[in-house]
């Protein structure tokens, strides 16, 4: 006799199946290479790990993988964490992701979030302590790689729309050992030059290790003690370092760093047509204004009879002509007076007056006055000015004061 058969439907073993897994893989740690990604326009992410002997299908739906602070990419070796599903429609198991970081830098992703914590607490990402950038900078320094194409995209950028600003590069490494050493010089090097505006830092995009110089205590640290505003553009749009949050402003990548830090000369021609625009509307408001006031003057009683206006006019006229003819008579009469005055005192100190008088006085020959008698001697000849006419005199002998 046949033993009874125990079958089950396409549904129910991958049902029983389904729940077998989930229950025992519910969380595991999974480590790989990525090949096949995709991100979706929906916002999720498909891709498959592998190893060299077997692959695994994943997806990392949108919600979980917004906090990524880098960009998977093809052949990235990764450490992943989710739960193991399966999808009943097809009969394929798959790892749902919830976290994904590369592999082998677990401990430089926990340093990173300590060193975040702490200079939170210390203050240094608050906008408070955030330079603006300058409308218009006239000379800009940037410290990056001197190879590398996020220079070549700056420069390129800038030379397009801002080809008048001045750039001064400062070659720095952006990876390896020294690398935030170097940077951290770099802009201390452009802070010590005169005029530079704004400072650049900056490097393509990579993996969290190769982006580590920029999430160094001493890169923040002098990006914040900087007395020039610093724009920060490291890595793609998904990579946020430390010198990002510390910087005045924080660029998504190099390119888009150059684009802030610069307003185009068409745009400036816009603003200026637009300005003038402005002022064209403003000026003909301002004139209509002064027309509307200007037809209700004229509307008033009073400049509708303009004759009565003139002779009201010419009548203060008359007064003031009046009181002008009135002070001039009184303020010659008064120096007339003063000049009378001083023609008196003048008669009176007048030597000429004194002679009239019957006074002379005595000349020597050579012309200077005798004050004293005892100043010739007898037999001295010496001039005598009366007042209607001079005559020669000598000394005969000297006379008493009381004769």
Not at 145 to 162: C, E, F, H
Request: with cysteine; net charge neutral; hydrophobic share 40%.
């Amino acid at each position: 006799m046949t033993p009874p058969r125990n079958t089950f439907t396409v549904s129910e073993i991958t049902a029983q199946i389904k729940g077998q897994i989930e229950s025992r893989f519910s969380s595991v740690w999974v480590r790989g290479e990525i090949s096949n990604f995709k991100h979706h326009s929906s916002g999720h992410m498909y891709f498959t790990v592998k190893d060299a002997s077997a692959e695994l299908r994943c997806v990392m739906f949108r919600g979980f993988n917004q906090s990524l602070h880098f960009k998977p990419e093809n052949g990235m070796d990764v450490m992943i964490q989710g739960k193991i599903t399966v999808y009943e429609p097809r009969g394929q198991y798959q790892l749902m992701v919830q976290l994904m970081e590369p592999a082998g830098i677990g401990t430089l992703y926990l340093a990173f979030e300590a060193l975040k914590k702490q200079l939170l607490d210390e203050g240094l990402f608050n906008d408070s302590n955030k330079q603006a950038l300058p409308t218009f900078p006239k000379k800009i320094g940037i410290v990056t790689s001197p190879t590398g194409a996020a220079l070549r995209d700056m420069l390129n950028i800038l030379k397009r729309r801002v080809p008048h600003i001045d750039i001064i590069i400062r070659p720095a490494l952006v990876q390896g050992d020294g690398a935030a050493k170097d940077v951290s010089a770099g802009i201390r090097e452009l802070e010590s030059m005169e005029n530079i505006d704004l400072i650049i830092i900056g490097r393509g995009g990579g993996s969290l290790e190769d982006l580590w110089a920029f999430n160094e205590e001493l890169l923040a640290r002098t990006i914040f003690e900087s007395t020039i505003p610093i724009l920060s553009a490291v890595g793609h749009e998904t990579d946020v370092t430390i010198s990002d949050m510390v910087a005045d402003l924080r660029a998504p990548t190099p390119s888009a760093a150059a684009e802030l830090a610069s307003i185009s000369i068409s745009e400036l021609a816009q603003n200026i047509i637009t300005q003038q625009n402005q002022l064209y509307r403003i000026m003909e408001n301002r004139l209509n204004k002064r027309w509307q006031e200007l037809d209700h003057l004229i509307d008033r009683q009073s400049l509708q009879h303009p004759r009565m206006m003139i002779i009201r006019n010419r009548e203060k006229l008359d007064i003031i002509m009046h009181q002008i003819d009135f002070s001039m008579h009184q303020f010659l009469s008064m120096k007339r007076t003063k000049l009378k005055g001083f023609e008196k005192e003048l008669s009176v100190l007048n030597p000429s007056d004194i002679l009239h008088r019957g006074y002379s006085i005595a000349f020597s020959d050579d012309g200077s006055i005798i004050r004293h008698a005892d100043d010739l001697n007898a037999g001295d000849s010496f001039i005598l000015k009366t007042g209607s006419g001079r005559f020669s005199a000598e000394k005969k002998k000297m006379l008493p004061d009381s004769e």
